[in-house]
């Protein structure tokens, strides 16, 4: 049987799974990521030997933080400060023998949705709400880029934003008013002094406030079909956050069409799955 490997390499944690031709996982393995640039590299060698013996391998995609080079495969994710300037496609290419691809983190889980979760719209747009906010955009199942192959961040936008709290506003990358600052996971903390999972109500409810905010220029901007939120602090809010932040996109949109929004159908494994589309497809992705 053939198979293919997807590495999901996260700041705190490396998921590896190998699968079918089809896409369907048949074994995984997690472990926490090293602070060691080499170890992590042996340590990622060996979940893959661990999944899916000495190949051979058709394919193998990894889902990382950025910012990286997806082209060259080089990458330097923000919060693995060893990791710069890694030739990760090269190092995997001549272990392994097989195409590697990789991408960052919010494109990889666009795929991921758009192969696996029965999804096929035109304009999807896969946003994540954890630890920090990304998303990915995919026009008819492509990647969109911007200039010079950037990657746009749509946790960088600015919105008009209420919050109890305003003087602990404040986004790691040095703007102001930035949607990160106020909805991610360590958005949250920061503002509300303890982690989302132990919001009360009214704070959940500012929070929804400020990300129907962020849909309302994404949908206004970008028109997407749809958007798919993610990640773990949307999975966490549940459906009752989303559609108050739905309600406030909604609201707050004159003259362009609403879009869906809804919750990931892949919970906490679609940049991994990402990686798995990767892996079979490059970036020319299709439903399966």
């Known amino acids: 049987m053939a198979f ?4 999901d390499i996260g700041g705190s944690k490396f998921l590896v799974a190998a699968a079918d031709e089809k896409g369907k996982i048949i074994a995984r393995v997690k472990h926490s990521t090293p ?3 080499d170890e992590g ?3 990622l060698h060996d979940m893959i030997a661990k999944v899916a013996g000495e190949g051979p391998l058709i394919g193998m995609g990894a889902a990382i933080g950025g910012p990286l080079d997806w082209e060259a495969g080089v990458v330097s994710p923000l919060h693995q400060p060893q990791w710069r300037d890694v030739p990760l496609k090269a190092i995997m290419e001549e272990r392994w023998h097989c195409p590697f691809f990789v991408d960052v983190d919010t494109n990889a889980a666009a795929l991921g949705e758009f192969t696996f979760g029965d999804e096929n719209a035109e304009r999807f747009l896969y946003m994540t709400v954890s630890t920090g906010i990304g998303g990915g955009f995919l026009l008819d199942g492509r990647i969109y880029r911007g200039m010079k192959s950037g990657h746009p961040e749509v946790g960088h936008q600015s919105i008009p934003y209420r919050c109890r709290y305003p003087e602990r506003v404040e986004c790691e990358c040095g703007a102001q008013g930035c949607l990160e600052a106020l909805v991610s996971g360590n958005g949250i903390r920061r503002i509300y002094g303890k982690p989302a999972e132990n919001l009360h109500p009214d704070e959940w409810q500012e929070v929804a406030y400020n990300l129907g905010q962020g849909l309302r220029n994404i949908a206004a901007i970008c028109l997407p079909d749809i958007i798919v939120l993610g990640g773990g602090v949307a999975v966490g809010g549940g459906n009752q956050f989303i559609d108050q932040a739905r309600k406030v996109m909604a609201d707050n949109l004159k ?5 869906q929004v809804r919750l990931s159908r892949l919970g906490y494994e679609t940049a991994l799955l990402g990686s798995i589309a990767l892996a079979l497809h490059g970036f020319e992705p299709q439903p399966l």
Not at 4 to 7: D, I, K, S
């Open 4 to 7: 293919c490997v997807g590495l």
């Open 35 to 37: 602070h060691d640039l």
């Open 41 to 43: 590299i042996e340590l």
């Open 255 to 259: 003259i362009v069409p609403t879009p």
